[in-house]
Every structure is written in structure tokens, then in C-alpha cells.
């Protein structure tokens, strides 16, 4: 047995590295193959919805409100927002940040029913009273450029696709934040084919980011519209996941020169959120536990055995970087030192996961006074 386990132990390494540097050779070709929005997008011709849901909001609203009014390019542009049960006044600063312009409306929304979750719901309530062609679905806490409507639109409509994540460069401030939050963009740029995807029925491959959705209306309305999401803590993968099914097409573009996000302010924050879905977002049951185990092997193991002299482990730990610092750079969020700590950001992301699902089990999660 003593001679054998550090054999194994070797075997493991080398696994892990291989899949590192397999990860990091497959998003080097996602990278070339990820779309780009233009730069001065054509003029839109058809009508288009900027919708908002927005519960509690009025802390960080505003910015969004006079990102979306000053948008360029779409004629046919009507801003909808839905204040979801606000206590703070949401809805008052919205209209005042709209200054009256009249393309912005405000909508009061309904509790959602049992078993549906609160953002599918007011984003069913916005879909329903929207005019436009073209939907697009924006958080509370997204900066848009003034071409970002216009750009998105001409991605969509070019590509031929139904369904478009225009992938938001993310703010992060304090070591927390950044070091979990850029796994969001690193994680499918990794993962998944991009144009693989886009030609796949499957509805598993897909890639959605819910903080700027653009949608073919009457392709969402034929998915069954955001209540296709209704039970679902991560309605946006689960809305993508349905256009799929209705068999529209899905895709993902470089956003980060269109949109910007900050969805969390410190650790507390950034927990919190995180573990109202991770346990989602990697599956359920042994599916789950597998996802995290192949985490470990391929991002955590290779550094931890580098440590200790391992050839091997320095290969795996080295992709890793060679990985997380590509993934930045596209992302235009720093580089370095974040790039080097990649195996402590997957080790937090597993821990967060962990708490996830044993708050799942427990049924204590909940997400702004809401439970899930």
C-alpha cells in the first residue's frame, strides 16, 4: 500500500493537470469564436422593450434609468419598469430620474402566486404589457452604453438567433468580490462550445446571464414566456433552457463593452447571493457533488501538489493562471494578482456551493425577504 499511494496520488495530479490544460486549450477557441457587438450598430427598425424589474432599488436605480433613456439607435423604444413590492421608494425614483421623458413607464406589480418565484413573475407581468418586437430584459443594477440596445439587437437579428446574453463586464471591489465574482464569465468560457451550442437543440447547453437578456418576442411568448421560469432560482439559464425547447436558437456575446454590473458590495453581500443558487447552478444531487469533485481535481489538487514539488501540479497550476488571466483580460477586469489565486477563488466557490446546499436542504434560504 505504501508503494502504490503515491502512485495514485501522482495519477490524480496528472488527471487534474490534463483537464486544466485541456480547459484552458478549449477557451482559447471559444475566445476566437465568441461574438462581438459592433461598435456603431445599424439603426433598429422594429420596436423594442427595455424592461426592468426592480424590487428595493432605489439605492442604485437611477444610473440604470439614464443609461436606458439615453440609448441611440432604436426609434421604437418604450422603457417599462415593474416596482415589485418596493418598501424604499423604488418607483418615486424612478420617475424622477425619467425627468417625465414619456417613454418610461412604471408598473406596479402583484405578489407572485405559490410556487412561483418573485423575478420570473414581474418579468411575466413586464413581457405581458410590452410592445415591442424585441425584449430586453436588464437589471437594476446594469449601466448600458448608448449603442448597448442598438448593438445587442444586431447580434441577435444577424446571428439569427432568438435568444442573446450580451455577457456584462463585472464589477467587482475588496478581495471577496473579486476574487469569486469573475468566475461568472470564466466558468462558460471554459465549459462550454459556444457555436456548438448555438446549433444544439440540447437545452442543457446554454450559457445566461439575466442581468442583460435580449429575446425575440414572439419567441418567448412561444417558450411559454419568463413564467417557463417560474420555480426556478436561476430563471435565466431555466428561460434559456426553454426557448431551447420551442426550439429557438441561444447565444452569447462579448457584453462587456456594452453593459456593467456591480451585483454585490463586499463578501457579506456576495454570500449571500451566491448561496441562494450555487446549489442550482451545479446540479442536483450526485450531479452536483460530481461538478464540485471535478472542480477540485482539475483547479485545487495540481496547486496543492505544486506546493509540495510537484511537476505535474506546477503544469496544472500554470494552465490554470494561463486560464484565469484570458478569461480577465476578455472580461476587462484585472489580471493581475487575481489570476495567481485562481485555486483559492474555486476553493471559496465551493465553499459557498457547500453552504448552498445545505441551505437548500434545510429550506433557509431567502433573497430580499422573499423565501425560495
Known amino acids: 500500500m505504501s508503494v502504490r499511494s503515491p ?13 486544466a490544460l485541456a480547459g484552458t486549450a478549449h477557451q482559447l477557441v471559444n475566445q476566437r469564436a465568441l461574438r462581438v457587438p459592433p461598435d456603431r450598430p445599424p439603426p433598429v427598425a ?9 424590487r428595493d432599488e432605489a ?24 416596482d415589485d413590492g418596493s418598501t424604499d421608494g423604488t418607483a418615486d425614483v424612478v420617475r424622477a430620474a425619467a425627468a417625465g421623458d414619456p417613454r418610461l413607464r412604471v408598473l406596479t406589480g402583484t405578489p407572485p402566486p405559490p410556487g412561483v418565484l418573485g423575478k ?19 437589471d437594476a443594477d446594469v449601466e448600458l452604453a448608448p449603442h448597448a440596445v442598438a448593438a445587442a439587437v444586431a447580434v441577435l437579428r444577424d446571428a439569427g438567433l432568438d435568444l442573446l446574453c450580451p455577457w456584462p463586464r463585472q464589477l467587482a471591489d475588496g478581495p471577496g468580490p473579486r476574487l469569486v465574482q469573475p468566475l461568472l464569465a470564466w466558468s462558460w468560457m471554459v465549459t462550454l462550445p459556444l457555436r456548438v451550442a448555438e446549433r444544439s437543440p440540447r437545452p442543457s447547453m446554454v450559457a445566461a446571464n439575466g442581468q442583460f437578456l435580449v429575446v425575440d418576442a414572439a419567441a418567448l411568448a412561444a417558450a411559454g414566456g419568463p413564467m417557463a421560469a417560474a420555480g426556478a432560482v436561476l430563471d435565466d439559464i431555466a428561460l434559456a433552457r426553454a426557448v431551447k425547447r420551442a426550439g429557438g436558437r441561444v447565444g452569447v456575446a462579448d457584453g462587456t463593452g456594452l453593459a456593467r454590473c456591480r451585483m454585490y458590495e463586499g463578501w457579506a453581500d456576495l454570500s449571500a447571493g451566491y448561496r441562494k443558487s450555487l446549489w442550482s447552478a451545479f446540479g442536483r444531487g450526485p450531479s452536483s457533488v ?7 481535481l482539475t483547479y485545487v489538487v495540481p496547486a496543492l501538489a505544486a506546493l509540495r514539488g510537484s511537476r505535474a501540479g506546477l503544469v496544472g497550476y500554470g494552465a490554470a ?3 484565469r488571466a484570458l478569461a480577465a483580460r476578455r ?4 489580471v493581475w494578482p487575481d489570476a495567481l489565486a485562481h485555486p483559492v477563488s474555486v476553493a471559496a466557490l465551493l465553499w459557498l456551493w457547500a453552504r448552498s446546499w445545505v441551505g437548500h436542504h434545510r429550506g433557509t434560504l431567502s433573497w430580499k425577504g422573499r423565501r425560495l
Do not use: D, K, N, Y
Open 59 to 82: 439605492a442604485r436605480i437611477t444610473p440604470t434609468i439614464r443609461s436606458l433613456l439615453a440609448q441611440t439607435g432604436v426609434g421604437g423604444l418604450e422603457v417599462l419598469v415593474l
Open 290 to 296: 460530481a461538478v464540485a469533485g471535478l472542480l477540485a
Open 46 to 54: 422594429e420596436a423594442v422593450s427595455v424592461l426592468v424589474p426592480a
Open 331 to 334: 472580461s476587462r477586469v484585472p
Open 120 to 138: 420570473p413573475h414581474a418579468c411575466a407581468q413586464l413581457a405581458a404589457a410590452a410592445r415591442g418586437r424585441v425584449l430586453v430584459f436588464v
Open 7 to 19: 502512485r495514485a496520488g501522482a495519477a490524480v495530479v496528472r488527471a487534474g493537470a490534463l483537464l
Open 321 to 323: 493562471v494561463v486560464g
